[in-house]
């Protein structure tokens, strides 16, 4: 008796602010799931306001809380979220839950988010990495972005021919069938071979060079679908968008993505979307509007504080002044409340950019 | 710089179903509440399925969060909600603390839920009854079921003599200018006394001599308002509802009532509402409204399931089988989520059951 609008998420809580459970719980919710939250930390706010009061839920602490759940008959859920789990004895937990719950329901849908680290830098245990790597078998959706698709496949993503061999390895050697990885960069080899208009203009519903846009990156779904044919050399069904970036970084951002694709992906008895879209590259598209709209209505709000509340990033004057750092970090917590709309109704095919292009030339040599 | 969008909120957190902050977060973020949760445990379920695993935040780590935040100056809520604390030491940090934010802004909405038992049982350490007194100055307004007002004030609530007396305390003696009352019984000598119509019928969206449809218990609401003129012995403004109970027990059903009261309670820049309501009753009608039709569709819900999965409130069954009692609890966990339209839609004066009569002449001996 599983339940199919049932999420089970297991991830980091702050008393303030939008991260892990926190930014993933409400969205869900909100979109009709009942969403069964274990959290693995309850911190007073984020990592990235530079200090932080809380505790962790070690290892022993989340199995015994998972042992009263299944003691209850309450770990029957149809979909599993999984993302930041500090440390690799309580990673450890959650992988053999993971299998475990697949094991008893071939439909789970198990959406892995695996946290690892960012812009070059690893802000997990080094020993989560294998973890995570074994765990891939299991998962239905995977949502790296594209440090973490480097470090789960060992190819340096600059060109199409390395994401072609990243997303081989994931596929075929891990036996993901879902892929979607962010915050990919176009490199000038990569975007040469986009499909037409993909890096086209895209407001984002903001007058055009703003002086607030930043660089364009890429989002690129891929699904296995029964009738890719593996013998002329196509593993998958990939699509490909671009999201311009607004400048500064906004906390949580990946962990409100990861639950809105999940949100969005249909179960069993739910319609397939319309050619050329898939159920992931929809899903991928809902999320990217809804994040996007919450990122440029933040970033509005931010406009609106008076100056001193709202410092640029600046990592060398946040050096000298702890309290600058707070402050932006305040400043730019999500406007997750504020943005239900964009929860609610993404605009998929609108302004705020989650067009998501087939590219169908991509295993094509 | 205090927010008065932004809710604290201090209660537990179960990691499947909804009491404590699971009750509350979600109805207030719907409503566009920002809240900020902290979590007094984390359990895998609510007590009532007879066994449970999991942790306390114990009274240093939950002053330790109350640090982390007031560091990065996170501690500025507009409104403040507390409700089961376990334990007097952590309820003296949440005392310590709402006293310190009512001190730093005497605009401070600060609803206090004195959870300490219902039903003659008293479910929290006898230590916690007079720390719950002595807080009572800090509160705006407060929620206690009967059990409570009996607990707080010393008065057997059995007449309108006894409920005008235990009224006066709280208002007059501890300083509290709003008071809900839950779930008092219409003896015969209070029914006797209440406004026309308050007992008529009303079949809350049933059909009328439903079998399922259990007591009536009525609701009562009083605020000290500015034209009471205490002279003539009127202490308040007093409003009286009536509801219909349904059969059985849900669980988490006080949680979720105190926070939707918070929730349309107005702030000093909304319009209060037209006489003869007060914003009070007209928030508490709101909050009846939605917590019935919520308790409605979960009673409806209940009755789809296979007969195994329902088994009626019996203590004496349920001694016999733990697992009667553990399936009783799942089948009726509020139906929070499914029933969005009955948080943002409360129809406050239909049949739900939310209508909040005006008590006119409460105070005239």
Not at 175 to 191: F, K, Q, R, Y
Not at 251 to 263: E, K, Y
Not at 278 to 297: C, E, N
Request: with cysteine; aromatic share 6%; proline share 7%.
């Amino acid at each position: 008796m599983d339940d199919h609008t049932r999420v089970l998420s297991i991830q980091s809580h702050v008393c303030s602010g939008y991260v892990g459970n926190r930014a993933a719980t409400f969205p869900l919710q909100l979109l009709g799931y009942d969403v069964d939250v274990i959290n693995t930390v309850q911190f007073s706010n984020h990592s990235g306001y530079g200090r932080l009061k809380g505790t962790r839920t070690d290892a022993d602490q989340l199995a015994n809380i998972l042992h009263g759940l299944e003691e209850n008959g309450l770990l029957r859920p149809g979909r599993l979220l999984t993302g930041y789990v500090p440390g690799a004895a309580a990673l450890m937990v959650v992988a053999e839950l993971a299998r475990k719950l697949r094991d008893r329901n071939p439909e789970l849908i198990y959406l892995l988010d695996p946290v690892m680290g960012d812009d070059n830098k690893i802000y997990v245990a080094p020993e989560c990495i294998p973890i995570y790597k074994d765990l891939l078998d299991c998962a239905t959706i995977i949502t790296p972005n594209w440090f973490e698709a480097e470090l789960l496949t060992g190819v340096k993503l600059e060109s199409e021919s390395t994401l072609r061999e990243a997303l081989r390895i994931l596929h075929t050697l891990h036996g993901v069938p879902h892929v979607v990885i962010s915050t990919v960069l176009p490199t000038p080899e990569l975007a040469a071979s986009l499909p037409a208009h993909v890096l086209a203009p895209q407001t984002n519903g903001l007058p055009e060079h703003s002086p607030y846009l930043g660089d364009v990156q890429l989002v690129v779904s891929s699904s296995v679908l029964p009738e890719d044919e593996r013998k002329d050399g196509k593993v998958s069904t990939v699509h490909v968008g671009s999201v311009k970036q607004i400048k500064g970084y906004f906390s949580g951002v990946g962990d409100l993505f990861s639950a809105l694709v999940l949100a969005h992906f249909p179960g069993r008895s739910d319609p397939p979307p319309p050619a050329p879209d898939t159920p992931l590259s929809r899903a991928t598209a809902r999320a990217v509007a809804s994040v996007q709209g919450i990122i440029v209505s933040t970033h509005h709000y931010v406009q609106t504080l008076p100056e001193e509340e709202r410092p640029e990033t600046d990592q060398e004057l946040d050096g000298q002044d702890g309290e600058r750092r707070v402050r932006r970090m305040r400043a730019r917590e999500l406007r997750l409340i504020q943005g239900r709309e964009y929860i609610l109704n993404p605009d998929e095919r609108g302004k705020m950019g989650g067009r998501m292009v087939p590219w169908t030339d991509f295993w094509e040599l």
